[in-house]
């Protein structure tokens, strides 16, 4: 073992890269990070944790349940019963993104504390709107969103919280390589931050209200997760890569067949896959629904944290790697297996990430779909495939093409994952490459992948096709466009598609005409899994807290339009919910996307009031099969979603909205169960949730019910009014009843919810927070 860690430390010394060594202070513990001197690794009180609830057990425990189980809040007197039992956790750390980290620090300075109570960071990467390239779009970015950034950075200084400036990367790249280590146990205010589980942590995607909880040093609530094992054979080669194994897993499990339940791979294939690759695959988790995926503690992984200046962190897992690997004989839930030898890669799309083509396939579904087959821009990066590793095999492609005289036939943009990575690639010629190739080098923030994208090159509604290495594709994310077709695919893939600039072309199979006029295949890409040289940080982007924030001052103008403090939501008032309004009726899938649109939308995260213009705006009206168009119950007259809301809040007309399968699928953001509940919603009732949209829910004090018999969702119809009774003795594990009134008649069906003592509790009291600021009162505590 000595040794072995002796040689973990000898590789950090040769590929440590060159950190900006003025910011880091000297640590004589191992820290959580270079960031955290004086918070040192957990591994010992984790073990001391996972001790006694082995001893409760009395079982072999996979590796999700190991890293969980250890995080638990008085362990000794918790239920612990996967799939049923609700956990109190103690998460290591949170990180929060800009659009997000609004409404959740505004949460937080209601609260009246001081300070963040664990390790807490904001990343800046989701205002930053992809125009020309990368350098003019972030300073636009910088100087439009002047306000936000100001307010997210004096906060951050005054509450003790870590602050990386807008161009720094995106969150999840940052995490990787500064926080992430094997077996932590982090929340983050975004879906994707299951991208962490590439480096062996468990990393969950939460609403703002859960980062506020944790922030203020209280226990963190979570459904005791099912473990869904991935066993993965073989070894990853040619063009196949890591993308395709979830673009594979997506396929099997379907966007929701993750809920509830931690993936867990395991088996000898995960040696072929690289630290960043598990993250890749972590990462796109989000879109089965998975409560978040990890990957065992491996060389991989040692490798990475050397080469990001963390060897002693890589020596002190390896001294703990009984923590960080599942236990001989542990059970999952469900299994499925993957042969890596024999996975073709896929493309997965149009419109959800679960309909997967082999990309021998491709060209013939496209066709027999009526899939426009012309590609319109092709686009790499996004915090699923922005590592180094991804951009160097997509310059292998771009170098081979470039050697025939060929290159993109179509726009092609590239956003780095990270100030790191841009700088490392630039500096090792990738960049260099790609523009030969025809490449537009974005800004290092999320960009076109959540929408930030001034797309010029086809009308609004005009049928096209986009291919990209980003995660997620549902109706009109990239481009507020409803006729875009987007496929997900990996990066290399999506850079072959481009010099051939249709979907009917395999890489693995078909040839293409150089300037020559012969004939030649493009070589399988390649690229080193590292920089040999080690990573170059680039500018130095990061802001640390002062020592003493308590003079700061956070300032909102009340006549901002893009900041507004918040007020409390009315508590319940102990009386059953009689005759609501159905807001909307909403037929088929609505994603966060549907109910609160990101794009232009995402100025106004830090302003409720003026984001729930947007509330429902992208759903479809059951009554007649159109967007933002439904009837006010009460004049008669159809108009927009918001407008027909603010009328019944204005009215004291209380409403609800009813869905279909897997509402509330995507984002984690918190919005879209904010701006219901401040425009008058009091329950929303669909026939299944996804996990983190239903927390988002509950937090604010709205009422998530599911039918108990699922066709009773066809009772509802748009002029239905809804009774919720008997709510006086609302407890755990009983329906709810309800009553539908249509044109005289009546139905009686049952509701179903998952709601705990404590979170019947947020709802008595109006939210989460109103709870919290109820119990900080009587106790006096404002620490």
Excluded at 410 to 426: C, K, L
Excluded at 503 to 518: A, Q, R, S, Y
Excluded at 717 to 738: E, F, M, R, T, Y
Aim: proline share 5%; hydrophobic share 35%.
């Amino acid at each position: 073992m000595a040794k072995q860690t002796q040689r973990y430390i000898s590789l950090a010394g040769s590929m440590v890269r060159k950190f900006h060594t003025a910011q880091f202070p000297r640590c004589d513990k191992v820290s959580m990070s270079n960031f955290d001197c004086g918070i040192p690794l957990p591994y010992k009180k984790l073990k001391e944790t996972l001790a006694c609830v082995k001893a409760k057990l009395k079982g072999p425990l996979t590796l999700s349940e190991k890293v969980l189980y250890s995080h638990l809040d008085q362990p000794d007197s918790q239920e612990i019963v996967r799939g049923k039992s609700y956990l109190r956790l103690r998460p290591d750390r949170v990180a929060l993104q800009d659009a997000t980290a609004q409404m959740t620090l505004l949460q937080f300075i209601s609260s009246g504390l001081k300070k963040v109570a664990v390790p807490s960071t904001v990343h800046c990467d989701h205002l930053i709107e992809a125009q020309v390239e990368g350098k003019k779009d972030l300073a636009r970015a910088k100087d439009l969103n002047k306000e936000v950034f100001e307010f997210l950075s004096s906060a951050c200084a005054k509450y003790n919280l870590g602050f990386w400036k807008p161009g720094s990367g995106i969150i999840h790249q940052i995490i990787l390589e500064n926080y992430a280590f094997p077996g932590l146990l982090m929340i983050g205010t975004d879906s994707h931050t299951p991208n962490g589980g590439g480096l062996g942590g468990l990393c969950i995607g939460v609403g703002g209200a859960d980062a506020v909880d944790v922030m203020a040093n209280i226990p963190w609530e979570l459904k005791c997760p099912t473990v869904i094992g991935c066993h993965l054979t073989g070894k990853i080669s040619g063009w196949t890569s890591p993308k395709d194994i979830i673009l594979k897993v997506a396929e099997i499990l379907t966007v929701k067949g993750g809920t509830g339940a931690i993936v867990e791979y395991h088996g000898p294939g995960v040696e072929s896959i690289s630290c960043t690759g598990m993250a890749t695959i972590t990462n796109m988790g989000a879109e089965i629904g998975a409560t978040t995926s990890v990957f065992p503690f491996n060389d991989r992984m040692v490798s990475y944290l050397c080469a990001t200046g963390r060897g002693k962190i890589a020596a002190e897992a390896m001294k703990n790697k009984d923590l960080l690997v599942p236990d001989k004989g542990c059970k999952y839930d469900k299994v499925i297996e993957i042969n890596l030898d024999t996975l073709e890669p896929l493309v997965n799309g149009p419109f959800t990430p679960d309909l997967a083509h082999p990309i021998s396939k491709l060209g013939a579904n496209s066709e027999k779909n009526g899939y426009p087959m012309d590609i319109k821009v092709s686009l790499i990066g996004s915090c699923t495939n922005s590592s180094y590793e991804d951009m160097g095999r997509c310059a292998s492609i771009a170098n081979d093409a470039l050697s025939h005289g060929l290159k993109s036939c179509v726009p092609f943009n590239v956003t780095p994952g990270s100030e790191q990575v841009r700088a490392t690639i630039a500096r090792d010629g990738f960049i260099e490459v790609l523009e030969k190739f025809g490449g537009t080098v974005l800004a290092n923030a999320c960009g076109p992948c959540i929408g930030q994208w001034d797309r010029k090159d086809v009308k609004m509604g005009e049928k096209n096709t986009i291919v990209t290495s980003y995660n997620r594709n549902f109706t009109g994310r990239n481009d507020a466009n409803p006729a875009t077709h987007c496929f997900v695919t990996s990066p290399e893939m999506v850079t072959a598609l481009s010099i051939a600039g249709r979907l009917d072309f395999n890489p693995l199979t078909d040839e293409l005409e150089g300037k020559d006029g012969k004939m030649f295949k493009l070589k399988a890409p390649t690229a080193e899994e590292l920089p040999a040289k080690g990573f170059d940080p680039g500018e130095d982007t990061y802001q640390a807290p002062p020592e003493k924030g308590d003079d700061i001052k956070v300032n909102v103008d009340p006549k901002s339009d893009r900041l507004q403090m918040l007020e409390p939501f009315e508590k319940w008032d102990g009386k059953d919910y009689i005759d609501l309004m159905v807001l909307i009726k909403i037929k088929g899938k609505c994603t966060t996307d549907h109910i609160s649109a990101a794009g232009p939308w995402l100025k106004y995260r830090g302003h409720l009031d003026n984001i729930s213009n947007n509330m429902f705006i992208g759903a479809t009206n059951a009554e007649n099969n159109e967007m933002n168009k439904v009837k006010n119950q009460k004049s008669g007259q159809f108009d927009a979603v918001p407008a027909v809301a603010r009328d019944y809040k204005a009215n004291k007309l209380r409403w609800c909205a009813v869905g279909e399968e897997n509402y509330g699928e995507g984002s984690s953001r918190e919005h879209a169960a904010l701006e219901p509940r401040h425009l008058g919603g009091v329950a929303i009732i669909v026939k299944s949730f996804a996990r983190i949209h239903e927390t988002n829910l509950k937090k604010q004090g709205m009422l998530a019910l599911t039918f108990a018999n699922a066709g009773d969702y066809d009772k509802i119809q748009p002029s239905s009014k809804i009774s919720l009774l008997n709510l006086k003795d609302l407890a755990p594990g009983k329906p709810v009843d309800c009553e539908i009134k249509n044109n005289g008649g009546s139905d009686k069906i049952q509701l179903n919810h998952t709601l705990n003592e404590q979170q019947i509790k947020w709802f008595q009291a109006g939210s989460a927070l109103n709870l919290m600021k109820e119990l900080s009162a009587k106790s006096g505590d404002k620490k």
